[in-house]
């Protein structure tokens, strides 16, 4: 199947500095994207819908300037945690929507995550 | 998109089918079913989707109801390595402006 990679996998960084995870489709053109966060023992919550060469689309709660979005072109994504803090430690996942097919909808592709501590 | 319920937790036998319910009563007619499974401490992975007809690959079956209010993911032989989080989500897939929304899934666990 299609393939998203994530990187950095894990980061640790000190409370107030910025850390920016990049999220690439590999092998296909990305036009939308997506950024989960997941705490332990929970589910996937959805932070934003990124649409390339457009400003991200934040769901309700998510700080915007806090969680900074770039879909600068069709195989890359970044997420940057501005003035990080011990309770923005989390996964961090993002997805990419792939191209639709003939016989199918265009199925949504998952990275393999990045954990953040901010200590 | 469509709201899904499925079962909090169910065991499994290795080697046994693994049968996961998902109920979706109020499944418009352009949503598709789309599973994915999420391994500990990983991204979530695509396992498979189907809009009314029942669908296998490589790793699973769906098995779609013809009303489309309900649908099983089947696992035809269960390992360990199948230990994970199964989430089933409807999501209208054609459109640009579609997002995929988690809901609590249902935690496999395949016992020796």
């Given at each position: ?26 092998d ?5 994207m ?5 705490f ?38 970044t ?41 | ?6 079962p ?79 989430y ?24 020796p």
């Open positions: 199947g299609a393939v998203v990679s994530q990187h950095p996998s894990w980061v640790i960084c000190k409370s107030g500095t910025s850390v920016k995870i990049e999220c690439r489709s590999l296909f053109q990305a036009t939308t997506f950024w989960y966060r997941q332990p023992k929970q589910s996937l919550m959805l932070m934003a819908t990124s649409n390339e060469g457009s400003k991200a689309t934040y769901e309700q709660g998510v700080e915007k300037d806090k969680f900074l979005i770039n879909h600068a072109s069709l195989t890359l994504s997420l940057t945690v501005t003035s990080a803090h011990p309770e923005d430690s989390s996964f961090y996942i993002c997805s990419a929507r792939a191209p639709p097919t003939r016989y199918s909808g265009n199925t949504i592709y998952f990275g393999e995550g990045s954990w953040l501590t901010v200590v | 998109d469509a709201k899904t319920t499925q909090t937790s169910m065991d499994c036998a290795e080697g046994r089918a693994a049968n996961l319910p998902c109920n979706h009563s109020t499944i418009s007619g352009n949503e598709y079913v789309y599973w994915y499974r999420q391994i500990h401490s990983q991204g979530p992975q695509y396992i498979i989707h189907g809009l009314k007809n029942n669908e296998t690959n490589e790793m699973a079956s769906l098995i779609i109801t013809e009303d489309r209010k309900s649908s099983t993911l089947i696992l035809p032989h269960a390992t360990l390595r199948d230990t994970a989080v199964y089933c989500i409807v999501r209208v897939a054609k459109t640009s402006y579609d997002k995929v929304i988690f809901g609590p899934g249902t935690s496999l666990s395949v016992i």
